[in-house]
């Protein structure tokens, strides 16, 4: 009674012919599953989207993030994720391979809530700030999270990563002086050109911001003072709570000492050390 001939393909076959009629659909974009009654029908009862973040350190490298991670940790209702073993506190998710290892195992990383209302979990990712498809693919996954910025002059930004790279031993940061990295050329090698892009590229702050703001609304978006944060951390980190609507608010001026021989401020431990 009809003209259709149904055929089938071993799913190998089947998902490569997929994708030979979708190609847009080999690069997936991860949605929170709890935002689908059918997804989370299907879902194992043992998982829940209170594992996922409340909010996002994004970057850019070098402008304090690493303190500010450190700052926020100290505080009674925020939680970091576990670290990773090749990534360290980063879980870099958003910006690379580990994308497409998927939701489940991002979830890993975070432990289980014990209140999802007031407890606030957050990763920082210090590359998420500049990697292009990272904004669209976390408002997919995390679209009422809040995002964290830390922004210092991008002159300042450029060397400190210059200065990162040589402290690493990199062949071009180690054999050219700054001036040189900066104003090298499209003739220059391809190692000198990508030690110049990773210094200057972060640095194009308005670009960056344009395109999280396409994807995240202006009010769940904080901009830190990079400069502030390192004279002022408590100053930076009341605005921070406030953000964030975490409470209660903790004190940051009882719990943190500036230290006259490293240059800058440290957790205040038991019996007056940090």
């Given at each position: ?98 994308y497409h290892k998927g939701i489940d195992w991002y979830m890993e990383f975070f432990p289980m809530p014990s209140n999802a209302s007031t407890d606030f979990m957050f990763e920082k990712s210090a590359n998420y700030f500049d990697t292009e498809i990272v904004p669209k693919r976390a408002a997919a996954l995390l679209p009422r999270a809040k995002i964290i910025t830390i922004l210092i002059s991008p002159a300042d930004r450029a060397y400190s990563w210059y200065q990162h790279q040589r402290v690493h031993n990199d062949p071009p ?102």
């Amino acid at each position: 009674w009809t003209n259709l001939r149904l055929q089938t393909l071993p799913p190998v076959q089947l998902a490569k012919k997929y994708f030979e009629i979708f190609p847009q659909e080999k690069n997936p974009l991860w949605q929170n599953p709890c935002d689908d009654k059918r997804h989370k029908d299907i879902w194992s009862k043992e998982k829940t989207c209170d594992r996922l973040p409340k909010f996002l350190i994004i970057g850019p490298q070098k402008t304090g993030t690493t303190a500010l991670h450190t700052f926020l940790t100290m505080h009674p209702a925020v939680t970091s994720n576990f670290p990773s073993p090749s990534t360290f506190e980063e879980i870099q998710f958003f910006n690379g391979p580990n994308y497409h290892k998927g939701i489940d195992w991002y979830m890993e990383f975070f432990p289980m809530p014990s209140n999802a209302s007031t407890d606030f979990m957050f990763e920082k990712s210090a590359n998420y700030f500049d990697t292009e498809i990272v904004p669209k693919r976390a408002a997919a996954l995390l679209p009422r999270a809040k995002i964290i910025t830390i922004l210092i002059s991008p002159a300042d930004r450029a060397y400190s990563w210059y200065q990162h790279q040589r402290v690493h031993n990199d062949p071009p940061a180690l054999n050219y002086t700054f001036y040189e990295v900066i104003t090298a050329g499209p003739q220059s090698s391809k190692e000198l050109r990508n030690l110049q892009s990773r210094c200057l590229l972060p640095g194009w702050y308005s670009t960056h911001l344009e395109r999280w703001l396409t994807y995240y609304p202006s009010n769940q978006l904080l901009i830190i003072d990079g400069q502030e944060l390192r004279n002022n951390p408590a100053v930076a980190m009341e605005t921070v709570q406030k953000f964030l609507g975490v409470t209660p608010l903790f004190n940051y001026t009882q719990a943190l000492k500036f230290d006259e021989a490293k240059g800058f401020w440290c957790q205040l431990l038991e019996g007056e050390k940090n």
